[in-house]
């Protein structure tokens, strides 16, 4: 099946300072989602990337879809506490999401 | 609007009992789907479907079976259940195919067999 390999596994990081996580496939995607889980909850939508070189802001938040469509990066600037949580880069075919492995935030006060 | 609701929240079960986990949305949403996620690991896709009546296979789909007789409700089904299937499961909807629509998750269901 497909694979992502999303990197780094975790973070340990001091409220304040910026964060970059990315995450890269073999095979080329259309469309590059990133999702936050918190705590105990579901995934949650951060962003979409429909489009190769693309770079899209969400508040703090800025993803970018690579120029290769295989691979994407997300940051965050100006960290917080409730920034906490998992991570996902995820790809789509047809009806279905493939999540990657999630970037685990601590973002210690 | 509630969203995704999934019950229950926590079940314990034990080898060889089986168990249906519900799901239903109220936001009209054609597709559903059923994902579960085992520590530290991402969320893998268990079984999908794009409407009532239509349900197909996703990338893990062994020793579970759903049904969708309406939009609102797709449950899942464990017949026979083992220690492998421990994790949580997540339920989620979408108006039309992930690929252009947003798919909404909801809470997640704890399930451990022992």
């Known amino acids: 099946g497909q694979q992502l390999n999303q990197s780094p596994q975790s973070m340990f990081i001091q409220e304040g300072e910026d964060v970059s996580m990315n995450c890269t496939s073999s095979?080329?995607?259309?469309?590059w989602l990133w999702y936050k889980q918190d705590p105990g909850e579901g995934p949650v939508l951060l962003i979409a990337?429909?489009?190769?070189?693309e770079l899209t802001s969400n508040g703090r938040l800025t993803a970018q879809f690579g120029i290769t469509r295989k691979d994407s990066f997300l940051n965050i600037s100006a960290s917080i506490p409730s920034d906490v949580g998992i991570y996902f880069c995820?790809?789509?075919?047809?009806?279905?999401?493939?999540f990657g492995e999630g970037t685990q935030l601590t973002v210690n006060p | 609007n509630a969203g995704v609701t999934q019950t229950p929240k926590f079940r314990i079960l034990k080898i060889g009992q089986s168990m249906t986990l519900q799901c239903t949305q109220d936001?009209?949403?054609?597709?559903m789907y059923w994902y579960r996620q085992d520590p530290g690991m991402g969320l893998k896709l268990i079984y999908y479907?794009?409407?009532?009546?239509?349900?197909d296979k996703g990338e893990v789909p062994n020793g579970y079976n759903v049904s969708r007789s309406t939009t609102e409700d797709f449950p899942l089904r464990l017949e026979l259940a083992a220690p492998s299937q421990t994790s949580v499961y997540f339920c989620?909807?979408?108006?039309?195919?992930?690929?252009?629509?947003?798919?909404?998750f909801g809470q997640g269901t704890r399930l451990t067999v022992v």
């Open positions: 989620a909807s979408s108006y039309g195919r992930v690929v252009n629509t947003e798919a909404f």
């Open positions: 095979s080329i995607f259309n469309t």
């Open positions: 990337l429909y489009k190769a070189g």
């Open positions: 995820v790809v789509t075919s047809g009806s279905r999401l493939t």
């Open positions: 936001m009209n949403h054609n597709y």
């Open positions: 479907s794009v409407g009532a009546g239509i349900t």
